[in-house]
């Protein structure tokens, strides 16, 4: 009988399997005990916030199956474009000074809204087109500090999202700065239990729930606009109340902190983690569309999808059922399943629901 141990989702990979049902706050079961875990399972658990599992202790080689162990799909293929690198560079940089900016909040030193917003701003501007993040933050080696470069993510993935959302432009500023501090907290819990591997007591992992709230609390008297501390207090808030740190409700929760929440996960799923191969954009998109229901704010959620979706517009893409075939057109109301030109036929995923795609080719 192999034993059973519980780990932070962090730990998790594709193929372990589940030592136990993982139970929402209501005692509904999200995933069945026995379960193997694969990347919607993931992103299950990243939607509900749950943050550890238990899982059967097996040795590592069992628990990859040698289609999992070896995907074609994901061998890394390295960037050499200019205009790629020389954002690669600039990223590095701007690591180093949300890094020290983070810090020096937590600190008690007061927020620097101009030299703050200036790291987004910058890598923003290096962009040709900002549908070109998507894939520059697919192919970027980042530091190990998750924490940091997720935090430059998700606000240049708000503050692109936010003028998806046609907001003013006084609104986009604000979001890029709550992105920008939205982890903030994370920074009063220690490193060491962030990565703690393997068992953690419920204290802890109480305590790295606590974030949030750390972060209002080192920002809340300081001067920057309410909206961004109500972005930063609320973006682990669900519509149904299931989330932390208030358990409110749709209509209670800031907008900022819904926006955030959605591009939280987003980043989660698709940079590279040690937990996950990064995923097809259209899987993500795809897991988006059928688990956030009374979780996330479906109107802001869909104008997001949408937008992803059409930056493939035109691209060559492998189906489900092998075939190859190129995208011809996005559906608005379900992004994942566009329609696609497969030599002289025309496939409208829409209607075919057996078909998915697989993996963006060229
Ligand atoms: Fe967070
Ligand atoms: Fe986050």
Same mark, same amino acid.
């Given at each position: 009988?192999?034993?059973?141990?519980?780990?932070?989702?962090?730990?998790?990979?594709?193929?372990?399997?589940?030592?136990?049902?993982?139970?929402?706050?209501?005692?509904?079961?999200?995933?069945?005990?026995?379960?193997?875990?694969?990347?919607?399972?993931?992103?299950?658990? &990243?939607?509900?916030?749950?943050?550890?599992?238990?899982?059967?202790?097996?040795?590592?080689?069992?628990?990859?199956?040698?289609?999992?162990?070896?995907?074609?799909?994901?061998?890394? =293929?390295?960037? %050499?474009?200019?205009?790629?690198?020389?954002?690669?560079?600039?990223?590095?940089?701007?690591?180093?000074?949300?890094?020290?900016?983070?810090?020096? =909040?937590?600190? *008690?030193?007061?927020?620097?809204?101009?030299?703050?917003?200036?790291?987004?701003?910058?890598?923003?501007?290096?962009?040709? %087109?900002?549908?070109?993040?998507?894939? !520059?933050?697919?192919?970027?080696?980042?530091?190990?500090?998750?924490?940091?470069?997720?935090?430059?993510?998700?606000?240049?993935?708000?503050?692109?999202?936010?003028?998806?959302?046609?907001?003013?432009?006084?609104?986009?500023?604000? =979001?890029?700065?709550?992105?920008?501090?939205?982890?903030? *907290?994370?920074?009063?819990?220690?490193?060491?239990?962030?990565?703690?591997?393997?068992?953690?007591?419920?204290?802890?992992?109480?305590?790295?729930?606590?974030?949030?709230?750390?972060?209002?609390?080192?920002?809340?008297?300081?001067?920057?606009?309410?909206?961004? &501390?109500? *972005?930063?207090?609320?973006?682990?808030?669900?519509?149904?109340?299931?989330?932390?740190?208030?358990?409110?409700?749709?209509?209670?929760?800031?907008? @900022?902190?819904?926006?955030?929440?959605?591009?939280?996960? @987003?980043?989660?799923?698709?940079?590279?983690?040690?937990?996950?191969?990064?995923?097809?954009?259209?899987?993500? =998109?795809?897991?988006?569309?059928?688990?956030? !229901?009374?979780?996330?704010? %479906?109107?802001?959620?869909?104008?997001?999808?949408?937008?992803?979706?059409?930056?493939?517009?035109?691209?060559?893409?492998?189906?489900?059922? *092998?075939?190859?075939?190129?995208?011809?057109?996005?559906?608005? %109301?379900?992004?994942?399943?566009?329609?696609?030109?497969?030599?002289? &036929?025309?496939?409208?995923?829409?209607?075919?629901?057996?078909?998915?795609?697989?993996?963006?080719?060229?």
């Amino acid at each position: 009988m192999a034993k059973s141990i519980r780990i932070p989702i962090e730990q998790l990979s594709e193929g372990m399997t589940l030592g136990d049902d993982v139970v929402n706050s209501n005692g509904l079961i999200l995933i069945p005990k026995n379960t193997v875990i694969h990347q919607k399972h993931i992103f299950r658990l &990243k939607l509900y916030d749950i943050l550890s599992v238990i899982i059967l202790d097996l040795p590592v080689t069992d628990y990859y199956p040698e289609a999992i162990r070896q995907p074609h799909a994901n061998i890394h =293929i390295e960037r %050499t474009d200019l205009p790629f690198l020389e954002f690669q560079n600039n990223y590095a940089i701007k690591e180093t000074q949300i890094k020290h900016h983070l810090e020096s =909040i937590s600190n *008690g030193e007061p927020v620097q809204i101009d030299e703050l917003l200036d790291i987004s701003y910058s890598l923003l501007e290096q962009l040709k %087109t900002k549908s070109n993040l998507f894939n !520059y933050l697919h192919d970027i080696k980042t530091t190990d500090d998750y924490t940091f470069s997720h935090s430059i993510n998700v606000s240049l993935l708000s503050n692109i999202f936010a003028h998806w959302l046609q907001l003013t432009h006084k609104e986009i500023e604000e =979001i890029t700065l709550a992105g920008l501090l939205h982890d903030l *907290g994370k920074t009063k819990i220690s490193l060491e239990l962030l990565n703690k591997p393997g068992k953690l007591t419920d204290e802890e992992f109480a305590s790295i729930k606590k974030h949030s709230q750390y972060g209002f609390e080192l920002i809340k008297d300081q001067t920057i606009p309410y909206d961004v &501390k109500m *972005g930063v207090l609320m973006h682990h808030e669900k519509l149904n109340g299931s989330g932390y740190p208030l358990g409110i409700k749709d209509e209670y929760i800031h907008p @900022y902190a819904k926006i955030i929440s959605i591009v939280d996960i @987003y980043d989660a799923m698709t940079s590279t983690r040690s937990y996950h191969e990064k995923a097809c954009p259209f899987k993500v =998109i795809h897991m988006f569309e059928y688990e956030s !229901y009374g979780l996330l704010d %479906t109107s802001m959620l869909f104008v997001f999808l949408a937008n992803i979706a059409h930056n493939y517009l035109g691209r060559v893409v492998r189906l489900s059922s *092998g075939d190859e075939g190129k995208i011809i057109f996005i559906h608005n %109301t379900s992004p994942s399943k566009p329609i696609i030109e497969v030599g002289e &036929k025309i496939l409208d995923l829409a209607v075919l629901p057996h078909l998915s795609i697989e993996e963006i080719l060229y």
